[in-house]
């Protein structure tokens, strides 16, 4: 491959893994639903200060990332592409983060477009660049910052390492307001011991300072105005979302300590056969600073993470730049050297995969079928798990010459499995389509009402109207249902029946529900019988017309 195609070749992959996906299915419950219509209400309200969901003070994240969710249906629209594009776009520049900074350890153009090639291309980064939630632009800022303090120590330039320190001051700052503490903890994680180690401590000190006062002036006038606007913000932001779910015993998706280490493997596909080879050449050459400092960059965050009490699967992924250096060094090491064991293995494993894929989907479609008479969604899945075999047996039979061939296999399924997924899926994880099949019939109603906060979100975001009622669920909206002006943002099972016929006499009435438990089959039954009715899977449209007093 000569040099001038390697960074086309990204782009290129850039547009049809992560953008041409992006409004081919619907929204996802919970994240996407929730994030799609926070982001819709700061241009509702002209509220940029503090988040509400559905007119609810929502005090689980900062505003940053909710500022870029607003910006892209902004300038792209309300739509399932302006809803997800700030994803895509942190995720395309953490790849162009992976490149810079490959040609800086080695100045080798190969390696360079190797490791932004396999970054791109992991399972969980390339899976999550077309999903509307935070973590993707968490990434990026922690990606930055660490990026940042590489080229900082790696510089004999007293101007460039100001502006690399400078630099990771911002990051730092966009991070905080991103995701929160978490950002301003990690380059300290990382830039602390290996100051200590390199004896450069008084340094760190000088140029940390610098960081610390950029990082405040990026944050600090949102910190005040929040703080004006919702004087216990920061109380509950801080004990809530850090100190609980870090070390409370009552922790949201509580783990054992060890959940993160087969996961790292699983996030490394379709490159995961190559792991012990890539630890191995690390381990060879532990005495060179940059592999000291990636390793330190990959292990110590996942170290932390791993002793939280509260762990969910996208936490690691700040984790997954340095461990595509190091492995793209590897790849390439391997493909010069005419050493192919590690690639053939890899291939097996790709070609594997998709095999095993195979089977599985006949065996079920036998037994139980996961399609129902769909077959043009059958033929895309099926074409997924093609393309792995292909891959695979391409990159076993000849690894060094096709040993990017895994890379389409992720870019195939990013591409297409979304586009597959199986009618009650969609029915029943992706309400805002439902909706939209009925926006004719809701847009009328004067009153809204669900008991889901999935699919509340989801009639909220498609009908352009916060004002929903919630029926006997509260879950993540509990603190802000407290406040005196969320009073008649929820009701229970006793006053549903005297809600819907008060809320009749002022015009139609809108309600979706989701069906799937006992529970919610009596919250049905609580409802008035004489609604006109639309089923999808467990979800379920009622539109009451208005009554006469």
């Known amino acids: 491959m000569t040099q001038r195609w390697m960074i086309p070749l990204l782009v290129l992959g850039f547009i049809a893994f992560y953008l041409l996906p992006l409004g081919t299915h619907g929204l996802w419950i919970p994240d996407e639903t929730r994030y799609a219509q926070i982001g819709q209400q700061i241009l509702i309200d002209g509220?940029?200060?503090?988040?509400?969901?559905?007119?609810?003070?929502?005090?689980?994240?900062?505003?940053?990332g909710y500022w870029m969710i607003a910006i892209g249906q902004a300038i792209f629209g309300e739509n399932l592409f302006g809803v997800r594009i700030a994803s895509a776009i942190a995720t395309g520049l953490s790849v162009l983060l992976a490149y810079l900074v490959a040609r800086r350890l080695w100045n080798d153009p190969r390696k360079s477009f190797a490791c932004a090639l396999v970054y791109m291309t992991f399972g969980l980064i390339a899976g999550q660049a077309g999903y509307s939630n935070l973590d993707p632009q968490f990434t990026f800022w922690v990606n930055l910052s660490l990026v940042a303090l590489w080229f900082a120590v790696d510089t004999q330039h007293a101007r460039q390492r100001l502006l690399s320190w400078i630099l990771l001051g911002f990051a730092c700052g966009m991070g905080f307001m991103t995701k929160g503490f978490l950002a301003l903890l990690l380059p300290v994680l990382i830039a602390l011991p290996y100051m200590i180690w390199q004896k450069r401590f008084l340094e760190l000190v000088k140029y940390g300072l610098v960081a610390m006062l950029v990082a405040l002036l990026v944050s600090l006038p949102w910190v005040l105005a929040v703080h004006a606007q919702e004087p216990?913000?920061?109380?509950?932001?801080?004990?809530?979302?850090?100190?609980?779910?870090?070390?409370?015993?009552?922790?949201?998706?509580?783990?054992?300590?060890?959940?993160?280490?087969?996961?790292m493997v699983v996030s490394s596909l379709p490159w995961a056969a190559l792991l012990p080879a890539t630890f191995k050449d690390a381990w060879k050459q532990k005495r060179h600073v940059s592999v000291v400092f990636m390793l330190m960059w990959l292990l110590l965050p996942l170290a932390l993470f791993s002793l939280s009490k509260g762990?969910?699967?996208?936490?690691?992924?700040?984790?997954?730049?340095?461990?595509?250096?190091?492995?793209?060094?590897?790849?390439?090491?391997?493909?010069?050297?005419?050493?192919?064991?590690?690639?053939?293995?890899?291939g097996l494993v790709v070609l594997l995969m998709g095999a095993v894929g195979l089977l599985a989907l006949i065996f079920f479609q036998i037994k139980k079928p996961f399609y129902d008479n769909e077959t043009l969604h059958m033929t895309l899945l099926i074409v997924v798990l093609l393309t792995w075999v292909v891959t695979g047996l391409l990159a076993m039979t000849r690894p060094v010459k096709m040993w990017a061939a895994p890379a389409i296999a992720m870019g195939v399924l990013v591409l297409v499995l979304p586009a597959s997924m199986p009618t009650s899926v969609v029915h029943n994880k992706m309400p805002d389509q439902f909706v939209l099949h009925h926006l004719e019939a809701l847009e009328p109603a004067t009153a809204l009402l669900s008991n889901d906060l999935g699919a509340a979100s989801a009639l909220s975001w498609r009908l352009r109207r916060p004002d929903v009622t919630l029926y006997n669920t509260r879950g993540e909206v509990k603190y802000g249902l407290g406040y005196?002006?969320?009073?008649?943002?929820?009701?229970?099972?006793?006053?549903?029946?005297?809600?819907?016929?008060?809320?009749?006499?002022?015009?139609?009435?809108?309600?979706?529900?989701?069906?799937?438990?006992?529970?919610?089959?009596?919250e049905m039954d609580m409802l008035p019988k004489d609604a006109q009715r639309f089923d999808e899977g467990n979800m379920v449209i009622l539109i009451y017309p208005q009554t006469t007093p």
């Open 47 to 64: 509220n940029w200060v503090t988040p509400h969901f559905m007119d609810i003070r929502y005090f689980e994240k900062p505003i940053a």
């Open 311 to 346: 762990k969910l699967p996208t936490y690691i992924m700040p984790c997954m730049l340095p461990l595509a250096l190091l492995l793209g060094h590897t790849l390439i090491q391997r493909v010069e050297q005419v050493k192919t064991l590690s690639l053939r293995l890899n």
């Open 232 to 263: 216990d913000y920061w109380r509950f932001f801080f004990w809530h979302e850090h100190i609980r779910r870090f070390a409370g015993e009552d922790a949201q998706h509580g783990r054992p300590w060890w959940f993160y280490l087969p996961l």
């Open 484 to 522: 005196e002006d969320a009073q008649g943002k929820t009701i229970g099972l006793e006053e549903v029946q005297p809600w819907v016929a008060a809320a009749r006499l002022k015009g139609p009435v809108g309600v979706v529900m989701r069906v799937k438990d006992s529970d919610e089959s009596h």
